[in-house]
Nanobody, 114 residues
């Protein structure tokens, strides 16, 4: 069974940066649009960004546009989310998602202090 494992979350001050990584247990990346979602306390899960199979097309939520960058490395089955100029409202559990296989990671906590 394919698994997605996120890492890179943590506690950071506002204005700081973090880079999230998501690795698949086997090679499914080339077949999947990969996405990052997040769920903040008391809120619904929201789409943060996604990237096409080739990496040539990306989408960003308005709330993160210009601050976050999604990228992928198909050779290493990894998708990244570089998060810069973090804000307290970015605090959430971040989840990796493989769209065509409908597989979720376990999530990684990001906490931004003011």
């Amino acid at each position: 069974q394919v698994q997605l494992v996120e890492s890179g979350g943590g506690l950071v001050q506002a204005g700081g940066s973090l880079r999230l990584s998501c690795v698949a247990s086997r090679s499914i990346f080339s077949f999947n649009t990969m996405a990052w979602y997040r769920r903040a306390p008391g809120k619904q899960r929201e789409l943060v960004a996604h990237i096409s199979t080739s990496g040539g097309s990306m989408y960003y939520a308005d709330s993160v546009k210009g601050r976050f960058t999604i990228s992928r490395d198909n050779a290493n089955n990894t998708v990244y989310l570089q998060m810069n100029r973090l804000k307290p409202e970015d605090t959430a559990v971040y989840y990796c998602y493989a769209r065509q296989h409908n597989i979720w990671g376990q999530g990684t906590q990001v906490t931004v202090s003011s």
